[in-house]
């Protein structure tokens, strides 16, 4: 069946730097477009950042541009969210999503999510 399975979150400092993994399995990882989403207390999920299926482009949500880096190793079917100088407001569950779109049907596989907190 499918999976994706996050990894990586935990306790971490402001200012210091956090390493999210995404392993997928049970799809052909290579045909779906990878994003990261997170959710923070309180509020709705937001999309943090999205890598196309071959790794050729990225896109950022303006608050993580600079210090956010998504990236994918398609022979491993893994996805990283490398983060660094986290603030506090970055603080959430931050969920690994696989997007695609085939004979115009759109199919979504999430994860379920690892906790990202940014204290001191």
């Known amino acids: 069946q499918v999976q994706l399975v996050e990894s990586g979150g935990g306790l971490v400092q402001p200012g210091g730097s956090l390493r999210l993994s995404c392993v997928a399995s049970?799809?052909?990882?290579?045909?779906?477009?990878m994003n990261w989403y997170r959710q923070a207390p309180g509020k709705e999920r937001e999309l943090v950042a999205s890598i196309t299926n071959t790794g050729s482009t990225t896109d950022y949500v303006d608050s993580m541009k600079g210090r956010f880096t998504i990236s994918r190793d398609n022979s491993k079917n893994t996805v990283y969210l490398q983060m660094n100088s986290l603030k506090p407001e970055d603080t959430g569950v931050y969920y690994c999503?696989?997007?695609?779109?085939?004979?115009?049907?759109?199919?979504?596989?999430w994860g379920q999510g690892t906790q990202v907190t940014v204290s001191s």
């Open positions: 999503n696989a997007w695609g779109r085939f004979w115009g049907r759109e199919i979504n596989y």
């Open positions: 049970g799809f052909t990882f290579r045909n779906y477009v």
